[in-house]
């Protein structure tokens, strides 16, 4: 299948600080990103999903404005959690979807902000 | 996008089928059903997906109802590498995960 390349794998921030974390579709072009965030134990909840070009939509409950996501080429998009606090502590994963409707999954960034 | 429902767990034994159902009953017409799993601690993996067919390829197949209400997924020899939590998502605008079926293959 398609590769998705998600970096850094694992981060550790300190309170206040931002972290970015970068999606990149290897070998397609990825109209549509999503971004999910999980908890241990849990399954992935969807944050946002962004189309090339455009502003991302935030799932409810998630705040735009800590969760900045930009998806400036067909190839890359990012997501920088401003201001990160302990609670943010969690487990991010990216997938890109190109033309043919499967979405490709990163291998997932282990925030932990300490 | 459709709601799935699918058992919470599920043990196979090793070389045996695992056979892992699905209900979305309020599938719509143009929506594919897409299996995917996660192994602990990674991003999930692409496994398989149809419309209305029965699809196999070189991980699993796909079996769909006439009604397309349900579909069940087979590994047709189970592994223990094949133990993770499997998800089947009728996917739509966008990709949303329900709970999924964690599958223990035991020795």
């Known amino acids: 299948g398609a590769v998705v390349s998600q970096h850094p794998s694992r981060v550790i921030c300190k309170s206040g600080t931002s972290v970015k974390i970068e999606c990149r579709s290897l070998d397609f072009q990825a109209t549509t990103m999503f971004w999910y965030r999980q908890f241990p134990k849990q399954s992935l909840m969807l944050m946002a999903t962004?189309?090339?070009?455009?502003?991302?939509?935030?799932e409810q409950g998630v705040e735009k404005d800590k969760f900045l996501i930009n998806h400036a080429s067909l190839t890359l998009s990012t997501l920088t959690v401003t201001s990160a606090h302990p609670e943010d502590s969690s487990f991010y994963i990216c997938?890109?979807?190109?033309?043919?409707?499967?979405?490709?999954f990163g291998q997932g960034t282990r925030l932990t902000v300490v | 996008d459709a709601k799935t429902t699918q058992p919470t767990s599920m043990d196979c034994a090793e070389g045996r089928a695992a056979n892992l159902p699905c209900n979305h009953s309020?599938?719509?017409?143009?929506?594919?059903v897409y299996w995917y799993r996660q192994i602990h601690s990674q991003g999930p993996q692409y496994i398989i997906h149809g419309l209305k067919n029965n699809e196999t390829n070189e991980m699993a197949s796909l079996i769909i109802t006439e009604d397309r209400k349900s579909s069940t997924l087979i590994l047709p020899h189970a592994t223990l590498r094949d133990t993770a939590v499997y998800y089947c998502?009728?996917?739509?605008?966008?990709?949303?995960f329900g709970a999924g079926t964690r599958l223990t293959v035991k020795p």
């Open positions: 998502i009728v996917e739509g605008l966008s990709v949303r």
């Open positions: 309020t599938i719509s017409g143009n929506e594919y």
């Open positions: 962004s189309n090339e070009g455009s502003k991302a939509t935030y």
């Open positions: 997938s890109a979807r190109g033309g043919g409707g499967v979405a490709f």
